[in-house]
Protein backbone atom coordinates (compact mmCIF):
# COMPACT_ATOMS: atom_id res chain seq x y z
CA UNK A 1 0.00 0.00 0.00
CA UNK A 2 0.92 3.60 0.18
CA UNK A 3 3.14 5.00 2.46
CA UNK A 4 3.56 8.69 2.99
CA UNK A 5 6.69 10.38 4.92
CA UNK A 6 6.42 13.62 6.40
CA UNK A 7 9.28 15.59 7.97
CA UNK A 8 9.94 17.79 10.68
CA UNK A 9 7.75 16.15 13.39
CA UNK A 10 8.53 19.77 15.03
CA UNK A 11 8.88 23.13 13.72
CA UNK A 12 9.72 25.98 15.57
CA UNK A 13 9.71 29.66 14.14
CA UNK A 14 9.57 33.03 14.98
CA UNK A 15 5.98 34.66 13.98
CA UNK A 16 6.55 36.43 10.42
CA UNK A 17 8.92 34.11 9.82
CA UNK A 18 8.22 31.45 6.92
CA UNK A 19 7.50 27.58 7.84
CA UNK A 20 7.51 24.87 5.16
CA UNK A 21 6.71 20.72 6.31
CA UNK A 22 7.33 17.98 3.05
CA UNK A 23 6.10 14.64 2.45
CA UNK A 24 6.94 12.18 -0.04
CA UNK A 25 4.61 9.49 -0.94
CA UNK A 26 5.68 5.84 -2.76
CA UNK A 27 2.68 4.92 -4.65
CA UNK A 28 2.65 6.44 -8.41
CA UNK A 29 -0.79 6.10 -8.73
CA UNK A 30 -2.02 8.54 -6.00
CA UNK A 31 -3.57 11.98 -7.54
CA UNK A 32 -4.65 14.03 -4.61
CA UNK A 33 -2.68 15.13 -1.79
CA UNK A 34 -5.17 17.96 1.04
CA UNK A 35 -3.50 19.22 4.39
CA UNK A 36 -4.73 19.01 7.28
CA UNK A 37 -4.51 21.69 10.20
CA UNK A 38 -5.50 20.01 13.83
CA UNK A 39 -5.84 22.35 16.81
CA UNK A 40 -6.08 21.34 20.33
CA UNK A 41 -8.63 19.29 20.93
CA UNK A 42 -10.32 19.62 17.94
CA UNK A 43 -11.15 17.45 14.69
CA UNK A 44 -8.68 17.88 11.37
CA UNK A 45 -9.46 20.96 9.13
CA UNK A 46 -8.97 20.44 5.30
CA UNK A 47 -6.54 23.85 4.66
CA UNK A 48 -5.55 23.37 1.21
CA UNK A 49 -4.88 20.40 -1.34
CA UNK A 50 -3.32 19.97 -4.82
CA UNK A 51 -4.52 17.11 -7.55
CA UNK A 52 -1.64 15.24 -9.67
CA UNK A 53 -2.20 17.63 -12.66
CA UNK A 54 -1.00 21.12 -10.65
CA UNK A 55 2.24 21.36 -10.06
CA UNK A 56 1.39 24.55 -7.23
CA UNK A 57 -1.45 26.08 -5.41
CA UNK A 58 -1.86 29.36 -3.19
CA UNK A 59 -4.42 30.44 -1.01
CA UNK A 60 -3.64 33.58 0.65
CA UNK A 61 -0.70 32.96 3.02
CA UNK A 62 -0.88 29.20 2.31
CA UNK A 63 0.91 27.31 -0.86
CA UNK A 64 1.41 23.68 -1.80
CA UNK A 65 3.61 22.80 -4.70
CA UNK A 66 4.12 18.78 -6.08
CA UNK A 67 6.62 16.88 -7.50
CA UNK A 68 5.21 13.89 -9.63
CA UNK A 69 8.45 12.56 -10.52
CA UNK A 70 10.29 12.76 -7.30
CA UNK A 71 7.15 11.68 -5.41
CA UNK A 72 7.26 14.84 -3.01
CA UNK A 73 4.87 17.76 -2.18
CA UNK A 74 5.11 20.35 0.53
CA UNK A 75 3.20 23.17 2.82
CA UNK A 76 4.55 26.80 2.55
CA UNK A 77 3.06 29.20 5.04
CA UNK A 78 4.65 32.56 5.03
CA UNK A 79 4.31 35.45 7.53
CA UNK A 80 3.28 32.80 10.06
CA UNK A 81 1.38 33.83 13.26
CA UNK A 82 0.61 32.41 16.70
CA UNK A 83 -2.48 30.95 15.13
CA UNK A 84 -1.03 28.84 12.95
CA UNK A 85 0.14 26.55 15.89
CA UNK A 86 -1.45 23.68 15.58
CA UNK A 87 -0.27 19.72 13.94
CA UNK A 88 -0.62 19.58 10.31
CA UNK A 89 -1.01 16.39 8.58
CA UNK A 90 -0.27 15.48 5.07
CA UNK A 91 -2.16 12.67 2.83
CA UNK A 92 -2.13 11.31 -0.21
CA UNK A 93 -5.01 9.25 -1.92
CA UNK A 94 -4.16 6.60 -4.30
CA UNK A 95 -6.20 3.73 -5.92
CA UNK A 96 -8.03 3.09 -3.13
CA UNK A 97 -11.42 4.92 -3.62
CA UNK A 98 -12.46 6.84 0.07
CA UNK A 99 -8.59 6.04 1.31
CA UNK A 100 -6.28 8.82 2.32
CA UNK A 101 -2.89 7.59 3.72
CA UNK A 102 -1.68 10.19 6.40
CA UNK A 103 1.73 11.38 7.30
CA UNK A 104 2.71 11.27 10.77
CA UNK A 105 2.39 14.67 11.64
CA UNK A 106 4.18 18.05 11.99
CA UNK A 107 4.25 20.35 15.23
CA UNK A 108 4.09 23.60 14.63
CA UNK A 109 4.80 26.30 17.02
CA UNK A 110 4.77 30.03 15.82
CA UNK A 111 6.33 31.91 18.80
CA UNK A 112 5.63 35.88 19.35
CA UNK B 1 -21.14 24.92 4.57
CA UNK B 2 -19.03 21.89 5.20
CA UNK B 3 -19.78 21.47 8.83
CA UNK B 4 -19.72 17.40 10.28
CA UNK B 5 -21.27 17.58 13.60
CA UNK B 6 -20.37 14.82 16.12
CA UNK B 7 -22.20 13.74 19.63
CA UNK B 8 -21.60 13.07 22.57
CA UNK B 9 -17.55 15.45 23.25
CA UNK B 10 -16.38 13.13 25.23
CA UNK B 11 -17.85 9.94 26.69
CA UNK B 12 -16.33 7.52 29.95
CA UNK B 13 -17.59 3.92 29.60
CA UNK B 14 -16.56 0.85 31.36
CA UNK B 15 -15.54 -2.43 29.50
CA UNK B 16 -18.87 -3.98 30.13
CA UNK B 17 -21.05 -0.89 28.87
CA UNK B 18 -22.54 -0.41 25.52
CA UNK B 19 -23.06 3.17 24.36
CA UNK B 20 -22.86 4.80 20.89
CA UNK B 21 -21.42 7.63 18.85
CA UNK B 22 -23.19 9.50 16.50
CA UNK B 23 -22.37 11.75 13.57
CA UNK B 24 -24.53 13.63 11.21
CA UNK B 25 -24.04 15.85 8.22
CA UNK B 26 -26.11 17.90 6.33
CA UNK B 27 -24.49 18.55 3.49
CA UNK B 28 -26.12 15.83 1.27
CA UNK B 29 -22.97 13.63 1.04
CA UNK B 30 -23.33 10.59 0.32
CA UNK B 31 -20.25 8.98 1.66
CA UNK B 32 -19.48 8.62 5.51
CA UNK B 33 -16.33 7.87 7.22
CA UNK B 34 -14.98 6.57 10.86
CA UNK B 35 -11.64 6.92 12.01
CA UNK B 36 -9.86 6.55 15.35
CA UNK B 37 -7.23 8.87 16.69
CA UNK B 38 -4.86 8.67 19.19
CA UNK B 39 -2.48 11.22 21.19
CA UNK B 40 -0.05 12.58 19.08
CA UNK B 41 -0.73 10.30 15.70
CA UNK B 42 -2.49 10.91 12.32
CA UNK B 43 -6.19 9.44 12.08
CA UNK B 44 -6.57 5.91 10.80
CA UNK B 45 -9.84 4.71 9.06
CA UNK B 46 -12.07 2.43 10.33
CA UNK B 47 -14.85 2.37 7.98
CA UNK B 48 -16.38 3.59 4.84
CA UNK B 49 -20.16 3.85 3.96
CA UNK B 50 -21.10 4.69 0.63
CA UNK B 51 -25.07 5.42 -0.42
CA UNK B 52 -25.69 3.81 3.20
CA UNK B 53 -23.52 0.76 2.54
CA UNK B 54 -20.82 -0.78 3.97
CA UNK B 55 -17.66 -0.26 1.39
CA UNK B 56 -14.84 -0.45 3.55
CA UNK B 57 -13.81 -2.33 7.00
CA UNK B 58 -10.16 -1.80 7.95
CA UNK B 59 -10.09 -5.40 9.91
CA UNK B 60 -11.78 -4.07 13.25
CA UNK B 61 -12.67 -5.87 15.84
CA UNK B 62 -16.18 -6.46 16.33
CA UNK B 63 -16.91 -4.91 19.56
CA UNK B 64 -16.92 -1.73 16.84
CA UNK B 65 -20.34 -1.90 15.19
CA UNK B 66 -21.02 0.88 12.33
CA UNK B 67 -24.00 1.86 10.95
CA UNK B 68 -25.71 3.78 8.52
CA UNK B 69 -29.27 4.19 9.47
CA UNK B 70 -29.62 7.30 6.47
CA UNK B 71 -27.60 9.62 4.06
CA UNK B 72 -27.22 12.04 6.70
CA UNK B 73 -26.46 10.01 9.72
CA UNK B 74 -23.62 7.52 11.21
CA UNK B 75 -22.94 5.55 14.08
CA UNK B 76 -20.85 3.80 15.48
CA UNK B 77 -22.16 1.20 18.51
CA UNK B 78 -19.41 0.24 20.94
CA UNK B 79 -20.16 -2.89 23.20
CA UNK B 80 -17.69 -4.36 26.14
CA UNK B 81 -14.14 -1.95 24.83
CA UNK B 82 -10.77 -2.57 26.56
CA UNK B 83 -8.86 0.47 27.57
CA UNK B 84 -7.06 0.73 24.27
CA UNK B 85 -9.81 1.79 22.93
CA UNK B 86 -9.39 4.73 24.46
CA UNK B 87 -9.23 7.69 21.53
CA UNK B 88 -10.46 10.07 19.59
CA UNK B 89 -13.21 8.63 16.85
CA UNK B 90 -13.46 11.01 14.62
CA UNK B 91 -15.96 11.06 11.50
CA UNK B 92 -15.77 12.50 7.99
CA UNK B 93 -18.05 13.14 5.01
CA UNK B 94 -17.24 13.82 1.65
CA UNK B 95 -19.60 14.18 -1.80
CA UNK B 96 -19.21 10.40 -2.88
CA UNK B 97 -16.47 8.27 -2.13
CA UNK B 98 -14.73 9.12 -5.20
CA UNK B 99 -14.84 12.69 -4.51
CA UNK B 100 -11.48 13.75 -3.21
CA UNK B 101 -12.05 16.16 -0.46
CA UNK B 102 -13.25 14.54 3.09
CA UNK B 103 -14.25 17.20 6.00
CA UNK B 104 -13.37 16.18 9.61
CA UNK B 105 -15.76 16.71 12.45
CA UNK B 106 -14.45 17.48 15.74
CA UNK B 107 -14.52 14.07 17.22
CA UNK B 108 -15.84 12.43 20.35
CA UNK B 109 -13.10 11.85 23.18
CA UNK B 110 -13.19 8.34 24.26
CA UNK B 111 -12.15 6.99 27.83
CA UNK B 112 -12.35 3.31 28.87
CA UNK B 113 -12.18 2.37 32.12
Redesign the interface.
Known amino acids: GENVEQHPSTLSVQEGDSAVIKCTYSDSASN?F?W?KQELG?????II?I?SNVGEKKDQRIAVTLNKTAKHFSLHITETQPEDSAVY?CAS?GS?????Y????TQLTVWP | D?E?T?TPKHLVMGMTNKKSLKCEQHMGHR?M?WYKQKA????E?MF?Y?YEKL??NESVPSRFSPECPNSSLLNLHLHALQPEDSALY?CAS?QV??A????????TRLTVT
Open positions: YPYKGPQLDRFRTLGRLFGRG | TVQAYKKPPLVSSILSETYEQYFGPG
